[in-house]
């Protein structure tokens, strides 16, 4: 239940799919005088026919920096021309690229395009003299075609560079060590590529990349605790301001070195986020008194526990963070309310799956004087209608533009909370209405008369999806008695006793009359049958007769097969199987 808002690039999502070649110019000329004479100057460009009516505005490609970037906004007006078809090859367009009418070129995007040929033509075109941002994503420009780039000299004011997934063979990483053409260089991406130890620790000391400040080897092979140390070692990158490790096993002992590096005294932002981090590793992160310049922090998926947690707590140059996700660090309800204490007024703060329960949401609540906070997740810890309660009438929450609070038990109560909160009516969705209706214990007139049967029994068999969904069987008798068994993807495995209000049996009793009005036993054509969503079953005794109903069984089309998934869900809701099946 991930209420975020939507984002609003799906568009431009769908446009970088039409072709991989794109380029981003400032010129003097009109939008439209510049995409004209790209199409008239192209000699393959001609037998495609579709350049001359290319978009001027159209996206093939992200911006030229992401907005954790520390990278200096453009403040030029740009245009930019794609070409939607291929040419006969990528060499034959690259040859002609002087041609092309773009004066001021500024990015120029060949993801998959570039081998080692076309790199060598490419590093040959005068007209990237003003290039600021050059893509390669996905190509194999092989170690030749690195070092063509590297000694360009059309290339010496390039000031973003994206490599990712480029590197096929460890001789194309160790081609880094060398790079004149890129002392200009401010963001390089080399994220999920292949590195030697050698190649890696030279990358660390290469002096052309001194004013390097972002820098990305996140998913990258080779890079891990026992070679990133050195890496940290080399000495090199002092104007470091951002480093991505994502994905990269450097451990407690990377995070030690990123520690000692007093060369990155800077760093602004540091992604760690399933770098196998420990519950010790926080310990020297929170005594890096020099790494006061921090603002973003992200040690999401790592096995911090507690211990972790409680010594990131005690850093008091980590209070002014304006973005932390500690996401599945399971760090607990102490740890966590101790690092909410600490800090002072986040923008971005992610908790999701680490049982910070009723307690860690009060500390949220209760933080009052937060102004920024505009993301929160808090999805699987275990809050219940208590604390979603505090988070639903806690003002500063009015701010917020995204907000993660699934996978938790907010009961009738807390449901009701969320619905009718003053300061999260963006959020309000179907959904969430949907669920304070199927929570709700309110007994009508009609329903409160209705009788229990002496022999009275309901059981609901839940028999999961292709996927998590939760695994378990929940039998209610006459007299209100439960008897719950799990089996997976559920909190509480094995049996399980407890009772339930009477009201609530009848109010059971409801939902069933209101699922055996779409006639479940009705036959018809259903044509194909295809099932890889949750299926239920309910076995209902009352009055010496028993009946099932079984979601497979049900016509897809057919108005019983929906009302089998909101009869299952009433059921459950009514019976508080929250309480036994939520995961964190």
């Known amino acids: ?44 460009s001609r037998s495609c026919g579709s350049t001359r009516s290319a978009s001027p505005t159209s996206a093939s490609a992200p911006t030229s920096s992401s907005p954790s ?14 070409s939607p078809c291929r040419p006969a090859g990528p060499p034959e367009l690259l040859l002609h690229l002087d041609r092309l009418q773009l004066p001021a070129l500024r990015r120029l995007v060949l993801r998959g ?23 390669l994503t996905d ?3 092989q170690a030749a075609g690195i070092a063509a780039l590297a000694r360009s000299p059309h290339l010496r004011g390039l000031e973003i560079l994206r490599l990712h997934h480029s590197f096929d063979t460890t001789a194309v990483s160790a081609a880094l060590a060398d790079t004149p053409a890129w ?15 050698a190649a890696l620790r030279q990358l660390g000391r290469n002096p052309a990349l001194a004013g390097l400040e972002v820098l990305d080897l996140g998913g990258a092979i080779g890079v891990n605790a026992d070679t990133f140390p050195a890496f940290a070692r080399a000495g090199g990158l002092p104007r470091l301001a951002v480093l991505r490790l994502a994905g990269d096993r450097i451990g407690d002992a990377g995070l030690a070195a990123i520690v000692g590096a007093k060369q990155w005294s800077g760093l602004r932002e540091l992604s760690l986020r399933g770098t196998h981090i420990g519950p010790r590793g926080p310990a020297a ?47 607990g309800e102490q740890a966590a309310t101790a690092i909410l204490a600490r800090l002072t007024d986040p923008e971005t703060l992610a908790l999701d799956g680490n049982r910070i329960g009723d307690a860690g949401a009060r500390a949220i609540a209760g933080r009052t004087e937060w102004r920024r906070l505009h993301t929160l997740g808090v999805g699987g810890n275990r809050i219940g209608p208590d604390g979603i309660v505090a988070l639903a009438t806690a003002p500063q929450l009015a701010s917020l533009r995204r907000l993660d609070v699934s996978m938790n038990t907010p009961g009738e109560r807390g449901w009701r909370a969320l619905v009718e909160s003053p300061y999260l009516a963006r959020f309000v969705t179907r959904h969430w209405r949907r669920a304070s209706e199927i929570y709700s214990t309110v007994l009508g007139p009609e329903d409160a008369a209705r009788t229990i049967a002496a022999d009275f029994e309901l059981r609901l068999d839940r028999r999961g999806c292709f996927g998590n969904c939760p695994v378990f069987t929940i039998t209610v008798r006459a007299d209100g008695g439960l008897d719950y068994r799990g089996e997976r993807h559920v909190r509480e495995k094995g049996p399980a006793s407890d009772r339930v209000a009477l009201d609530r049996v009848k109010l059971i009793l409801a939902a069933l009359a209101r699922f055996e009005a779409t006639e479940p036993g009705k036959r018809g054509p259903c044509g194909v049958r295809v099932f890889d969503d949750e299926t239920f079953a309910v076995r209902v005794r009352r009055d010496g007769r028993t009946v099932e109903y079984d979601s497979e069984r049900l016509c897809p089309t057919a108005p019983a097969h929906a009302a089998m998934f909101s009869l299952a869900y009433r059921i459950s809701a009514l019976l508080d199987t929250d309480r036994w099946t939520t995961m964190n």
């Open 1 to 44: 239940m991930n209420h975020a808002t939507p984002r609003s690039g799906g568009q431009q999502a769908g446009r970088r799919s039409a072709g991989r070649w794109s380029a981003r110019s400032t010129s003097t000329a009109s939008p439209r005088r510049a995409t004209s004479s790209t199409a008239a100057r192209s000699p393959r």
């Open 69 to 82: 970037s520390p990278a200096r906004p453009s403040s030029r007006a740009s245009t930019r021309s794609s």
């Open 113 to 135: 395009w570039i081998g080692p040929r076309e790199a060598a033509i490419l590093a040959e075109r005068p007209l990237l003299a003003r290039l600021v941002e050059l893509d």
């Open 139 to 141: 190509s194999k420009p």
């Open 183 to 197: 002392t200009g260089l401010r963001e390089l991406d080399l994220s999920r590529n292949i590195f030697t130890p």
């Open 285 to 331: 992160l929170a005594g890096a008194t020099h790494l006061a310049s921090l603002e973003r922090l992200d040690l999401s998926h790592n096995d911090l526990g507690p211990e972790g947690g409680h010594a990131l707590a005690n850093a008091p140059h980590l209070a002014r963070l304006r973005y932390l996700d500690l996401s599945r660090c399971d760090l």
